[in-house]
């Protein structure tokens, strides 16, 4: 978990603290970083997806939990400076059900990926489907 952390969290940060890119932008980059992680990291992915954490120490479960609470965090904190940025009439609701959705779409493709003993990749279509939920 530690390694997932400091991995996926440098690279997040840099995304997060660059200038100069939209805050859809900077979501579609958090997203596609965790999902090639996990494309690359298959150990790594049931991790994240709880399926190695099954019969261990409660406190595990619940530090993959607060993973993807920091990651929604930051796709939160992108998102509601872009819907400031558009003028949006309540830029912190929309930015929180947009993060909230998003999370719910990298879980789900990590989900499958394990699912699928690995075959159906994280990034299969997600030009598309970021399009889909960005857009």
Do not use: H, W
Not at 24 to 40: D, N, P, S, Y
Not at 109 to 128: I, N
């Amino acid at each position: 978990i530690e390694f997932i952390e400091t991995s996926v969290f440098t690279l997040l940060n840099q995304i997060v603290e660059k200038d100069g890119l939209s805050g859809q932008l900077k979501a579609q980059k958090i997203i596609t970083v965790l999902l090639q992680f996990g494309e690359r990291n298959p150990g790594m992915t049931q991790v994240m997806v709880g399926d190695a954490l099954v019969y261990e120490n409660e406190r595990l479960l619940a530090r993959i939990n607060q993973f993807f609470e920091r990651v929604e965090s930051s796709l939160r904190q992108v998102l509601r400076a872009d819907a400031e940025a558009n003028g949006a009439a309540t830029p912190t609701a929309q930015a929180n059900a947009q993060a909230s959705v998003l999370v719910c779409f990298i879980m789900g493709r990590l989900q499958r990926y394990a699912r699928s003993g690995f075959k159906r990749l994280p990034s299969e279509q997600l030009d598309l489907a970021l399009r889909m939920l960005l857009g």
